[in-house]
């Protein structure tokens, strides 16, 4: 046998050249989920309805992938140089896409759909370009077998560890737009080393490194600059100025301070304003607080800015106020930032608090205490993570933990605007055996707003309130429970989690509000 003949390709050892672009899957494949998940993420915060929208971007990513696999075949001649390119644009566009939907969103709003799907194109088919690319580049010295088992194993554990690391460790260390550049910036990494691997074979080098300095200049400097950036989309979102932002698993948080004193905004929804905050608070918890005689043992579900827990407080009978909130950037933002906690007469450091961060509809399946009180105040039902804290199922779990001559209070949107919203959440409260007491107050920041009592015995009216309330009184406080004919109940379907109607039902009434 010829000693000199080349070894076939399966029985050589791996070539560098060969393990340079296994490695390029494995980035191009994190840096294509990134932008996917970006642009998902982004969409549920902004739009709402977290399902639909990680569904119908997903399912215009993976068509995309689809159409660039497919124009692959239209590539024939300079390969690496196709790639090459195809990288820069990648890392361009995907990497500079979360922070041109803020901007979108803050400066466009009305062309901020279009953006979002076009950008979700664009990255997308230029991802579906790559992968063919390389198996076809490396097909020139592996055989057909190994090549497709080695380039989709290290394109499935590129996704792999950014699908976790996104959530855990990208989004709560660096933002959004940070994630996105520094993603960006690993693209064109990618292309700076198919420049040096083919440099050989690339005609007009010098042009191609040109386009590699400046993509990761352009992208360097994005990086460098995304407070910047984001302050300039935020500012203009949110016309305050800001005091406090942050990513955290769960949601934006921003703090703005202006006319009307600070306000709190999760995933850019209002949830209080300094100025009228009182009148939500008061409202939400002096009805039940008061009514139930002498409380003891409270619980807050949600509520993670302590306002409500700071109204609890001016009870002398309760002894443990349980607060329990998903997201812990939120109770340590107003445990610890000294303007926040004031408003909330640093509450959250009573000895008599104790916080639980998790989630509430798990904290409930526990075995547990009975209490009192449960003052529940979540976010409005936008997407179905919220939903589920209003169905028959979470209600049935709530009434287990409530004792025999306890109160828990929901707050429960607007009875006028979301007319069908708000009694959909008494039909359910009733479908587990609860009697619903439905009410509602004007908050100038909000409107009307609505509240539900849920109790094994019928509601009655306190005789007393605690001294130095700003907005109730015994003689005023009935009236809140008399409904105008505008916001009278309508006959409405329960919410299940296996339906979610009222996140549907919500998106629609609140929409016709928006569009007009």
């Known amino acids: 046998m010829d000693s000199s003949a080349p070894l076939p390709a399966r029985a050589r050892g791996p070539q560098p050249v060969e393990i340079a672009l296994l490695a390029s899957v494995f980035v191009v494949a994190a840096c294509g989920l990134v932008y996917e998940l970006s642009a998902a993420a982004l969409s549920s915060y902004l739009l709402g309805d977290s399902v639909l929208q990680f569904s119908t971007i997903i399912g215009t990513y993976l068509f995309a992938m689809g159409l660039g696999s497919w124009l692959s075949r239209y590539l024939d001649r300079q390969l690496p140089a196709h790639f090459l390119r195809i990288e820069l644009m990648v890392a361009l566009v995907g990497g500079s896409l979360p922070a041109l939907l803020f901007l979108a969103n803050a400066y466009l709003p009305g062309a901020f759909r279009l953006l979002l799907y076009g950008l979700v194109l664009a990255v997308g088919t230029l991802v579906g370009l790559e992968i063919p690319l390389v198996m076809r580049i490396l097909r020139r010295d592996v055989v057909l077998k190994e090549l497709v088992s080695q380039v989709l194993t290290f394109d499935y554990l590129g996704a792999l560890a950014v699908s976790i690391a996104f959530p855990l460790l990208l989004v709560p260390q660096l933002g959004m737009i940070r994630t996105g550049l520094l993603f960006g910036l690993m693209n064109a990494a990618v292309a700076v080393w198919a420049l040096w691997l083919f440099r050989h074979e690339l005609r007009r080098l010098g042009a191609h490194a040109l386009a590699c300095g400046l993509t990761l200049a352009v992208l360097g400097a994005g990086f460098v600059f995304a407070n910047q950036i984001t302050s300039v989309a935020e500012d203009k979102f949110y016309q305050d100025k800001i005091v406090f932002s942050a990513t955290s698993p769960y949601q934006r948080i921003v703090v703005t301070r202006g006319l009307l004193g600070h306000r709190l905004f999760l995933n850019g929804n209002l949830q209080f304003a300094e100025r009228d905050e009182y009148r939500y608070h008061e409202a939400l918890v002096h009805p039940v607080m008061a009514a139930q005689g002498a409380p003891k043992k409270v619980a807050v579900l949600g509520g993670g800015d302590g306002m ?199 998106e629609q009434e609140w929409g016709r509000v928006v569009a007009h």
Do not use: C
């Open 308 to 506: 409500a827990v700071r109204e609890i407080l001016k009870y002398p009978s309760v002894e443990e106020v349980t607060l329990v909130e998903l997201d812990p950037n939120m109770t340590k933002l107003f445990t610890e930032h000294e303007t926040l906690a004031a408003l909330n007469g640093h509450s959250l450091s009573s000895p008599k608090v104790k916080i639980v961060n998790t989630d509430a509809f798990q904290w409930l399946q526990q075995p547990g205490d009975m209490f009192d009180v449960i003052v529940v105040d979540f976010p409005d039902p936008t997407n179905f993570a919220l939903g589920k804290l209003y169905t028959n199922s979470f209600y049935a779990l709530l009434d287990k933990r409530l004792s025999a001559s306890g109160y828990a209070v929901i707050q429960t949107t607007s009875p006028l605007i979301a007319r069908k919203s708000f009694w959909t959440v008494a039909t359910t409260i009733e479908s587990v055996g609860l009697t619903a007491t439905p009410y509602h107050v004007h908050v100038p920041s909000f409107g009307e707003w609505g509240y539900i009592i849920a109790s094994r015995r019928p509601y009655r009216f306190p005789d007393t309130l605690p001294p130095g309330l700003r907005f109730l009184s015994p003689q005023t406080l009935p009236l809140m429970f008399d409904f105008p004919l505008d916001m009278a109940r309508v006959p409405t379907e329960v919410n299940r989690l296996s339906n979610q109607v009222l996140v549907t039902t919500y």
